[in-house]
């Protein structure tokens, strides 16, 4: 399934005031894959969900969702194939009710209002909030808006899935449920968060970015679990991983050999 891959090669994007917030990026996702991006403030993040889904064009190389290059042209296919879940569902849902948040996309399709409200219904029951499609959003809590606004977009059918930062601000318990039904997702899914813990738990893989830059890209424990890496792209290992035995004697090692 081409159409799920992602493609980077030697993007780079700088804004008018000259500052460079891609240099150079280079990887390719396959299907199917769960892949975390982090980094420090200011290391690039935002900038690359922007070229990923075309709100941004790179000023060189080139971005590709499957076999298709995102650029002006191609953009109402490449919104078809990513959907992208904001860090706040404020900005996500505007519209009167849950009901009509989550089929505004589908509308937008032209789909027999009969189709729009199955892919409505499926895409609420899937994150467990069917019992909320008549609620103002505004009314919701936080966890529930964060529902709402995957709800609006998987409802859409896309083939990847982007979430920036989709467990911020959440209490313990809603943050487990939000992992819990992403984990159950198929999608290809693309992560950036700072919750370097929900990024172990959820992606294989991990990219870490700093000034813009691919520092490292792997398998994640290894990637996490690496002290000095962590420390020079301004980050801290995970929590789950402070009190590892394996990881204190590797840090202890290190410090013996210093």
Excluded: W
Excluded at 115 to 123: F, K, L, N, P, S
């Amino acid at each position: 399934m081409s159409h799920h891959k992602v493609e980077l090669k030697d993007v780079s994007f700088s804004y008018a005031d000259g500052h460079q917030a891609l240099d150079k990026v280079t990887f390719l996702l396959g299907h199917g894959e769960s892949v975390g991006i982090v980094g420090a403030n200011g290391a690039g993040k935002s900038t690359l969900l922007s070229v990923l889904t075309g709100i941004q064009f790179p000023q060189q190389g080139t971005v590709r969702i499957g076999d298709m290059p995102v650029n002006k042209k191609t953009l109402p296919h490449i919104r078809r194939s990513v959907g992208l879940v904001f860090q706040e569902p404020d900005d996500q849902l505007f519209m009167t009710t849950v009901y009509d948040d989550v089929a505004f996309g589908p509308r937008n399709y032209k789909l027999e209002e009969e189709e729009v409200g199955i892919r409505v219904m499926e895409a609420l029951e899937q994150v467990g909030i069917s019992h909320l499609k008549d609620r103002p959003p505004y009314k919701l809590s936080g966890g529930e808006k964060r529902l709402a606004a995957i709800a609006a977009v998987i409802s859409m059918k896309p083939d990847i899935l982007i979430m920036d930062e989709p467990t911020a601000s959440l209490d313990p318990r809603a943050r487990r449920k939000i992992m819990n039904i992403l984990n159950g997702f198929s999608h290809t899914k693309i992560i950036t968060s700072h919750d370097l813990d929900m990024i172990m738990d959820m992606c294989a893989r991990t990219i870490v970015l700093k000034k813009g830059a691919v520092a490292a890209d792997g398998d994640t424990r290894q990637i996490l679990s690496d002290e000095r890496l962590m420390e020079e792209c301004g980050l801290e290992i995970p929590l789950a991983l402070q009190n590892c035995p394996v990881c204190r004697s590797a840090k202890e090692k290190n410090l013996d050999d210093k």
